[in-house]
Structures are given as structure tokens and as C-alpha cells.
């Protein structure tokens, strides 16, 4: 006796194809970003290996559900149970398309021009930082600088030359003809960002959106006290770091 073998309609099958078609995409997209290193735009330098293991799942997944819908067109596997419509993959769409026609940039000027300029902390606790040389440029971190300013003696810093890198911005609340240079520090992604900045002044602010600069220059405390500012001696714009978070 012949046994009829069924088989998933036409349509479910196309939408699995289509589904599948989107995931693959997806997963491509993310191994790209995973290897060229421009998930960091996003995401924290350790998070690369994982993302690059999701890739692959994702891909292989996939691949195997793209299998199984060929075989169902070849009618060697029937499916007599109703699974849920993979339109919902319709959703991968957005992100895909996005990430792979213009994936967005890093943090930058924008996101970091409405912050207002930082003040010191009212508290008594004071961080015994080593003591900046008065005779030779420090480089340091706008995080480093920051902390020094808030947890430590203000007086410690100033007069001293120091060497920053980041990005340009210009802050509300800044008096006129300042500027900032500014550094996004990040946990885990994006979504807990913290800015570090500081005001320089006595350069003109280079031109171009989210330009990169190392400023070099003497500290001062402006007369309320209440900012550090960085009076320019140098700035040179640079390329933007491979990783441009603290």
C-alpha cells in the first residue's frame, strides 16, 4: 500500500526561506563587524570573541534551516505539524539593512555636546594622587585628568603641562572661545557610556565633525573655581584610536 507523504505548503515554505535568507544575512553582517574589529564602535574589546561565536551560530543555524526547506521542496521530508509563521524574521530586516549599509559611527560630538561641564564634587574625600611634573609634558587620559580634578587637590594641577587625546566637542555652559576634548569610557556597550571631558581654551577649535585631536598645554583653574581648563599650547588632529572608548 503507497503511503502518501505529505508536505509543508508553498507559502510556509517560502517564508522559512525568507527567514532563513535574513538570519544568514545578519550573521554575516556581525561576523564582518566581529573581525574587522568595528564592533568596538559599539561594544567592549572582550565582548569579540562572543560575538564572533554568535556569528557562527546564527550562520549555521541558518544554513541548516535552508537545507531542510530544500529538502521539503524535493519532497524528501514531510511536515504534517503547523509551526508558528517566520515572519516574525521580517524583524532582523531593520538592524540588517542598517548595520550593513551604514553602520553607525562611535559616540561622538553629538552625543557628547549637550552634556553640561562637569563640576568638582562636595565632598571631603581627597585621593592622594603622585605629584605632575612641572618640567616635562605628562600624558594622561581626560579619565585620569578628571579624577585627579575631582578626587584630588585641584592645586596640584595647576601650572602643570599635560598631554590629551580625543574628540572635539563644544559643551554647554563653556565661556566663549572654549572648547572641549572629550573620551567616552564604556562597560560593556554604549548603553552605559560615561563622558570625560575638559575645557581647552587659547587654540581655535579644529574644524570637522567628531575630529580627534592630541592637545598639549599648562592647567589652570578658571576664577570660580569650579572648572579645569587646558590652555593650549599645541593641537594636532590625529586619526581616531582603533578603540576609541577609555
Same mark, same amino acid.
Given at each position: 500500500m503507497e503511503t502518501t507523504r505529505k508536505t509543508d505548503p508553498p507559502v510556509r515554505v517560502a517564508w522559512q526561506v525568507l527567514g532563513a535568507t535574513l538570519v544568514l544575512l545578519l550573521a554575516t553582517v556581525v561576523f564582518v563587524m566581529a573581525v574587522s574589529g568595528s564592533f568596538r564602535n559599539y561594544l567592549q574589546d572582550w565582548l569579540g570573541p562572543w560575538l564572533l561565536a554568535a556569528a557562527v551560530a546564527m550562520g549555521a543555524l541558518a544554513l541548516w534551516t535552508l537545507l531542510d526547506a530544500t529538502d521539503k521542496v524535493a519532497?524528501?521530508?514531510?511536515?504534517?505539524?503547523?509551526?508558528?509563521?517566520?515572519? $516574525?524574521?521580517?524583524?532582523?530586516?531593520? @538592524?540588517?539593512?542598517?548595520?550593513?549599509?551604514?553602520?553607525?559611527?562611535?559616540?561622538?560630538?553629538?552625543?557628547?555636546?549637550?552634556?553640561?561641564?562637569?563640576?568638582?564634587?562636595?565632598?571631603?574625600?581627597?585621593?592622594?594622587?603622585? @605629584?605632575? @611634573?612641572?618640567d616635562s609634558v605628562t600624558e594622561m587620559s581626560v579619565q585620569d585628568f578628571e579624577d585627579r580634578y575631582a578626587f584630588g587637590d585641584p592645586k596640584l594641577l595647576a601650572g602643570r603641562p599635560v598631554r590629551l587625546l580625543g574628540f572635539v566637542a563644544r559643551q554647554a555652559g563653556l565661556a566663549a572661545g572654549q572648547w572641549s576634548v572629550n573620551r567616552f569610557r564604556i562597560y560593556c556597550c554604549v548603553a552605559d557610556a560615561t563622558l570625560f571631558t575638559v575645557p581647552v581654551e587659547g587654540a581655535d577649535r579644529p574644524e570637522g565633525d567628531n575630529a580627534w585631536v592630541e592637545v598639549e598645554g $599648562?592647567?589652570?583653574?578658571?576664577?570660580?573655581?569650579?572648572?579645569?581648563?587646558?590652555?593650549?599650547?599645541?593641537?594636532?588632529?590625529?586619526?581616531?584610536?582603533?578603540?576609541?572608548?577609555?
Open positions: 519532497g524528501l521530508r514531510g511536515d504534517s505539524h503547523g509551526h508558528g509563521s517566520p515572519r $516574525v524574521a521580517l524583524l532582523l530586516l531593520v @538592524p540588517t539593512l542598517l548595520f550593513a549599509v551604514s553602520a553607525p559611527a562611535s559616540l561622538g560630538a553629538s552625543a557628547a555636546g549637550a552634556a553640561p561641564a562637569k563640576t568638582k564634587p562636595t565632598t571631603s574625600n581627597t585621593v592622594e594622587f603622585p @605629584p605632575l @611634573p612641572a $599648562v592647567v589652570d583653574l578658571d576664577a570660580s573655581g569650579e572648572h579645569p581648563v587646558l590652555t593650549a599650547s599645541s593641537v594636532r588632529v590625529v586619526q581616531q584610536p582603533e578603540d576609541p572608548y577609555l
